[in-house]
């Protein structure tokens, strides 16, 4: 992964998400009940404040978990519920060393093909069905990581030309375009009652 991305809209936060598989992942993770771009710098906050350039899963498994928490605590915040994504980071991390020997990019390299890495990525912590597909869309529209069937595997946010998700934003235009998208979806589910 050597890709810029912009899904932070900060530059230094962009380049880590494009070149660390970890700091991707942790992204995602983090993309609940915030803003995406508040999420998505996350893992550069977090790398800052470990005097780092990179995320570690050893080093941040294996941090104390209050220390951690008073980590992404500290102002301003790495996300709204910081004490309880610390936990999550925490627990992703720990997954990946005792899976993955730590290497996040292991979860996709090994996958068979676009199921299995749906599969892969359902089973990390804080990964349910819709981040998974959400992510596997992400790697093959913008990561360059495609195993056959990777688009079908992806549901709806696999689709070329669509701008349902983090996986099609590449520039402020896309995100105006993900964001219009959401908020007719979430006009449709109220005018349905839903």
Known sequence: MDVTLHL???????????????????????????PMEWAFSGPYTIAQRLGADDLDAHEIAAYDPEAFAELLSAKPAV?????????????????????????????????ANGKDLLKRLNELPGFGKQKAQIFLALLGKQLGVRPEGW?????????ADAYRSVADITGPESLQKV????????AAAKASGK
């Open 179 to 186: 964001r219009t998208h959401k908020q007719q979806l979430k």
């Open 79 to 111: 996300h709204r519920y910081p004490g309880s994504m610390a936990k999550r980071i925490q627990q992703l991390c720990q997954y990946l060393v005792d899976h993955y020997d730590g290497d996040a990019t292991a979860v996709w390299e090994g996958a």
């Open 151 to 159: 688009r079908e595997a992806a549901g709806a946010y696999g689709e």
């Open 8 to 34: 932070a809209q900060q530059p230094d936060a962009d380049e880590l998400l494009g070149r660390s598989p970890l700091a991707a992942l942790v992204g995602m993770l983090l993309d609940q009940q915030v």
